[in-house]
């Protein structure tokens, strides 16, 4: 078992979720930025990869004070959980991702991080270790719902991302399409890695919205599955 996987990413036009310096960009505007807070505000748990604290340093907080209320209401914490996969423990210990806000964080490692470092990350967070080089991603979201996680939104980064569709444990994706182009071979991508070289091992989406929002489009996917 594990918790139903979120998708949620803003990119630009051709596709980049930032600069090829991994430089944070402004890709969306208010009325996305409130779609995403209540999204959050309405999930288990977030998550984020490495990459994406080294270059952006997010809280992954609730920021309407409306919304955290209502979880409050609800007996919640204010914040969901807060997960980064981390394979080699390399989340910085003044990370505001540890620091702002209440709420449970976990850090997913695996077995090759160094043992001083996961013990220096665990005074911040529970630490969970899910794979020998890399974070087994299908181990870690069995291990988060044994936890009680049903609702999981991830946002990013592009390697991440990928894996989880690698692995088909991606249930629906949105897309934030900006009215931008960024350009750069290297700039991160909603889907990195090695990428799929068969056809037939493609992830097939089902379109279930689309809609003008702030400047751009927010595209709504669900992923197809192939029956057994």
């Known amino acids: 078992m594990r918790p139903f996987v979120h998708v949620n990413v803003a990119m630009s036009a051709d596709g980049k979720l930032s600069t090829r310096e991994r430089r944070q960009v402004k890709i969306s505007g208010s009325s996305d930025f409130s779609r995403v807070d209540r999204i959050k505000a309405e999930s288990d748990a977030v998550m984020v990869g490495i990459g994406t604290v080294l270059a952006d340093d997010p809280s992954l907080t609730v920021k309407s004070p409306a919304l ?3 979880r409050r209401e609800k007996g919640m914490d204010e914040n ?15 990370a505001a991702i ?5 709420g449970e964080r976990i850090i997913a490692c695996s077995l090759q991080a160094e043992v001083l470092k ?3 990350l665990s005074h911040y967070a529970t630490v969970i270790v899910a794979g020998e080089t890399e974070v087994d991603l299908s181990l870690l979201l069995s291990r988060l719902h044994e936890r009680g996680i049903r609702t999981l939104m991830v946002e990013g980064g ?5 894996g989880l569709f690698q692995a088909g444990l991606v249930d629906k994706l949105t897309c934030y399409m900006g009215n931008m182009v960024i350009g750069g071979g290297r ?3 909603l889907a990195d890695g090695n990428g799929f070289i068969d056809e037939s091992d493609f992830i097939r989406l089902s379109l279930e919205g689309l809609e003008r929002v702030d400047k751009g489009v927010l595209l709504t996917w669900i992923i197809e599955r192939t029956p057994p």
């Open 68 to 70: 955290v209320t209502k």
């Open 187 to 189: 700039a991160p991508t």
């Open 158 to 162: 592009g390697t991440l991302i990928w």
């Open 80 to 94: 969901p959980v807060r997960i980064i996969v981390d394979s080699r423990a390399r989340t910085p210990s003044d």
């Open 98 to 102: 540890l620091h702002k806000g209440k």
């Open 118 to 120: 996961k013990e220096s």
